[in-house]
Structures are given as C-alpha cells and as structure tokens.
C-alpha cells in the first residue's frame, strides 16, 4: 500500500523558533506539496516541488521554506514560527503529469505556536 | 486564478437517503477532479478521480459526474450510513504561473447521517 508519511501528529513549538515539519512518500511520486488547512478557510497551498531541488511557490508561501534534497522527502520550514502559524498542516504527493493516479495524502502534522 | 466552490457548507440527513454533493470551479481547463473525504483530525482519503476527457466515476455506493464545460462536478452518495459523516472535498487539477501542475481546493461539506 503506498505511503506518505509526516514525522509528526502533534507539535507544539514557541514563537521565534525554526520549526522542519517532514513529510516522506515511498511511491518514487515526482511532485510533493505541502498545505494548510484552516477553518473556513479550506486547504491552501504553501510551496510545492515538481522535482529533487525544484519548487515552486503556492498561495501562501510567505512565512515558509522548503527543501527537496532527495526525491522521497519534502521539508517544511517555518524559519521564525509564529502564532498565526497555529495550524494542522498536510503533505501530498502525485505522479507525472495529469494527476493519472490521483493525490496521496499524510494524516497531516497539527502545528501549535505559542 | 482558479476558484473552487462547496455547496452547502453543511448537510444533515436521516440514514439510508440518496445525497447529492455539488462543487463548482471557475476556470474550465483542468486536468482531472478528485473528490476525497476527510474525518475529524485526520488526514484526506481519496475516494474517486475524474479525468478531464470523463464524464463520471463509480465506485461502491458513490458516483462522481463532470461537466467540464459548466465548471460543475456532482458526488452522489446512496444510501447513506452513518459511517459516511465526514467532510468531504472536491480538488481541481490545472496547471500553476509556472506550468507545473497544483490542485486547488473547495472548504468542503461537512456530511451527518442520522442514525
């Protein structure tokens, strides 16, 4: 059955703090993404990766960095986190072009800042 | 920029009754559309993905249309038991300003069966 796997369900972390939230998919998937969900506000897109050490931003890339050193991990980073950072966070990945075999998603990191 | 819409936010109905879903989207060049379900606190589930060049897709209980032209998808659900209550999201698939493929998200109905 295939994978992704996020490192952690529950983190809580003070304000100021560099925060590397990992997500691993063990599908050989070229293309990852990560996103925040809130509520009202749906699933948004942060940054995603199309191949090891390309990225492209999202919706809402500020705030945020990412890192794509190898094809099966994608990296998170809130540099300095923050309050308004308080939000349960999922990883993505997908094959190819078209989506042919559709998205597979983590059961998501939920992330307090305080 | 593609916009993904939910309607309602929120459904109540008793057990066994036939449901109807709807998303709609603003921008008609996508790639496929993906319905996936969502349990409190939890990851997404993938439940059904509809190509572009698809009218609809089945699966068990559930069946997902397409009108690419309208902007309009359907999930329909028959019926249902209460182990359907979750919230449950349509995505689009198209591409980003730099050509690389992202799906966008709808906020979701949030479904209860009644028992």
């Known amino acids: 059955d295939v994978k992704v796997t996020q490192s952690s369900r529950y983190l809580v972390k003070r304000t100021g703090e560099k925060v590397f939230l990992e997500c691993v998919q063990d599908?050989?998937?070229?293309?990852m993404f990560w996103y925040r969900q809130d509520p009202g506000l749906g699933l948004r897109l942060i940054y995603f990766?199309?191949?090891?050490?390309?990225?492209e931003k999202g919706d809402i890339p500020e705030g945020y960095s990412v890192s794509r050193e190898k094809k099966e991990r994608f990296s998170l980073i809130l540099e300095s986190a923050s309050t308004n950072q308080t939000s349960m966070y999922l990883c993505?990945?997908?094959f190819g072009w078209g989506g042919m075999e559709g998205y597979t998603f983590g059961s998501g990191t939920r992330l307090t800042v305080v | 920029k593609q916009e993904v819409t939910q309607i309602p936010a929120a459904l109540s109905v008793p057990e066994g009754e036939n449901l109807v879903l709807n998303c709609s989207f603003t921008?008609?060049?996508?790639?496929?559309l993906q319905w996936f379900r969502q349990d409190p606190g939890k990851g997404l589930t993938s439940l059904l993905l509809?190509?572009?060049?698809?009218r609809e897709q089945t699966s068990g209980r559930l069946n997902a249309s397409l009108d690419k032209s309208s902007g309009r998808s359907t999930l329909y659900i028959a019926a249902s038991q209460p182990g359907d209550s979750a919230t449950y999201l349509c995505?689009?698939?198209?591409?980003?300003?730099?050509?690389?493929?992202?799906?966008?998200f709808g906020t979701g109905t949030r479904l209860t069966i009644i028992p």
């Open positions: 993505a990945s997908s």
């Open positions: 599908m050989d998937h070229e293309n």
């Open positions: 990766s199309y191949d090891v050490k390309m990225k």
């Open positions: 921008d008609s060049a996508i790639y496929n």
């Open positions: 509809i190509q572009s060049s698809q």
């Open positions: 995505a689009v698939s198209t591409l980003s300003n730099f050509g690389n493929e992202k799906l966008t």
